[in-house]
C-alpha cells in the first residue's frame, strides 16, 4: 500500500525567512505521480506542482521550489523568502499510475505560519 | 468554467438522518473521488469512479454510498449519519491521461449532531 509521511505538523517562521516542508512517500510502483496542494484558511485545495517518477529534475516556480529524490522516496518544498500570504496547510499527495488521478494518497499536513 | 461545484457548503444533521451531498463538475472528465479531511489526518478516500457507471471503494467507505449515472455528477449518500461523519468533505475530479492534477470542489462541512 502508498502512503505519503508529512512529519512536520506545524511549523512557524518570521516572515522573509525559508522555510523547506518535508514530504516521504511509499510505494511499490515504479511509475506514479507526486503532488503538492495548498489548502490556505479560507479552505480550497489549491493545485501547486505535479511530478512523475521518472522525472527527478529539481522545479522552481517563483519562491516556490521542489527537490525530488528518488533514493530517499522524498519530494520536499522549500519557500523563499516567506510572506504572511503563504500561510497554509500544505498537503503532499501520492498517485500510483496505474490508477490515474482517482486515488491520491495524502499525508497528514503540515501547517505553515508565517510571523508578520 | 465552474469546475467542481460542491452543495452543500455547510450541513447540519442529526444522529440517523439521511443526505446527499452533491458534486459536478463541467470539464468532462472521466475520473471523480470523494475525500473527507479531518484534522491530523489529511484526506481520505471514500469512494471513486473511473467512469460512468463506474465506482469503486476507497479507503473509508462505509456509511457513505456512491453513484455515477453521468459523467458530470457524482452524489456522496449518507445512508444514516453518524457523529464520527462529521468532517469537511471534498470532490475531485480529473482526466483520466495525461495525469493531470485532480481539481477540488470548495468542500462541504458536515456536522453531525
Known amino acids: 500500500a502508498q502512503k505519503v509521511t508529512q512529519a512536520q505538523t506545524e511549523i512557524s517562521v518570521v516572515e522573509k525567512e525559508d522555510v523547506t516542508l518535508d514530504c516521504v512517500y511509499e510505494?511499490?510502483?515504479?511509475?506514479?505521480?507526486l503532488f503538492w496542494y495548498k489548502q490556505p484558511p479560507s479552505g480550497e485545495l489549491v493545485f501547486l506542482i505535479r511530478r512523475n517518477s521518472f522525472d527527478e529534475q529539481n522545479e522552481i516556480s517563483g519562491r516556490y521550489s521542489w527537490n525530488f529524490q528518488k533514493s530517499t522516496s522524498s519530494f520536499n518544498f522549500t519557500i523563499t523568502a516567506s510572506q504572511v500570504v503563504d500561510s497554509a496547510v500544505y498537503f503532499c499527495?501520492?498517485?500510483?499510475?496505474?490508477?490515474?488521478?482517482?486515488?491520491?494518497?495524502f499525508g497528514t499536513g503540515t501547517r505553515l505560519t508565517i510571523i508578520p | 468554467n465552474a469546475g467542481v461545484t460542491q452543495t452543500p457548503k455547510f450541513q447540519v444533521l442529526k444522529t440517523g438522518q439521511s443526505m446527499t451531498l452533491q458534486c459536478a463538475q463541467d470539464m468532462n472528465h472521466e475520473y471523480m473521488s470523494w475525500y473527507r479531511q479531518d484534522p491530523g489526518m489529511g484526506l481520505r478516500l471514500i469512494h471513486y469512479s473511473v467512469g460512468a457507471g463506474i465506482t469503486d471503494q476507497g479507503e473509508v467507505p462505509n456509511g457513505y454510498n456512491v453513484s455515477r449515472s453521468t459523467t458530470e455528477d457524482f452524489p456522496l449518500r449518507l445512508l444514516s449519519a453518524a457523529p464520527s461523519q462529521t468532517s469537511v468533505y471534498f470532490c475531485a475530479s480529473s482526466r483520466r491521461t495525461g495525469n493531470t492534477e485532480a481539481f477540488f470542489g470548495q468542500g462541504t462541512r458536515l456536522t453531525v449532531v
Open positions: 510505494t511499490r510502483d515504479t511509475t506514479y505521480y
Open positions: 499527495a501520492l498517485s500510483e499510475h496505474y490508477f490515474g488521478n482517482e486515488k491520491l494518497t
